[in-house]
Structure formats: structure tokens, C-alpha cells
């Protein structure tokens, strides 16, 4: 499983290595999974969370928007709209996790 964070919005660019995620979150970053409540049951990251990018206007409410947010979905088209969405809510470092590990 290879992990690569890629900046989507309102942050450096560049990727981070497996130790970096794992570094982030360590520092408090927010781990988001914006797939379907169905598709997060079939397989999601441990300390995920399932906001369906489709609640995401109201949802976003539940997070932090100081901390650091990881988006993550098996669509890079969700997942991408899913950080634009929180971008305009005032979230200022977000990432985005590819999907290649779901594959």
C-alpha cells in the first residue's frame, strides 16, 4: 500500500511519504472519507472518518477547521470537490490521499 498525500487546495504542493501521513496525523490532522456510508463499510483506513462528500456542506461542522484535513475516497472527482467545499468553509490546509491503495 503506498500512500501519497497530494495538496488539493490553499497548501504547499508536493507529496508526503507514508512517514509524513503518519506524521500528520500524529499532530492532529483529520482523516475524512467522503465515499458512501456503504462504500466506507466495505473498506476504510482505521481512525477514518465517513462524511459523504454529498453532507459535506453541513457535515464539515464536526471538524476542526485549524487542523489539518486528509480527504480520502476511492473518486478523485468526490474527493477533489470535497476539498474545494471545505476550502470555502475556512479549512486551510487540506490534503488529499490518493486512491491507489483501494485498488
Do not use: W
Not at 6 to 18: D, E, I, M
Not at 85 to 96: D, P, Q, T
Request: aromatic share 6%; with cysteine.
Amino acid at each position: 500500500m503506498r500512500f501519497a498525500l497530494q495538496t488539493v487546495c490553499r497548501a504547499a504542493a508536493g507529496t508526503l511519504s507514508p512517514e509524513g501521513v503518519k506524521a500528520l496525523l500524529a499532530k492532529g490532522g483529520q482523516l475524512i472519507d467522503v465515499r458512501s456510508p456503504s462504500e466506507f463499510l466495505e473498506h476504510s483506513l482505521p481512525g477514518a472518518i465517513n462524511l459523504p462528500v454529498d453532507s459535506l456542506c453541513y457535515e464539515h461542522r464536526r471538524l476542526d477547521h485549524r487542523r489539518p484535513v486528509i480527504v480520502t475516497g476511492a473518486s478523485e472527482v468526490r474527493c477533489v470537490r470535497a476539498a474545494r467545499l471545505l476550502a470555502g468553509k475556512g479549512f486551510s490546509r487540506i490534503y488529499h490521499l490518493t486512491a491507489e491503495f483501494y485498488q
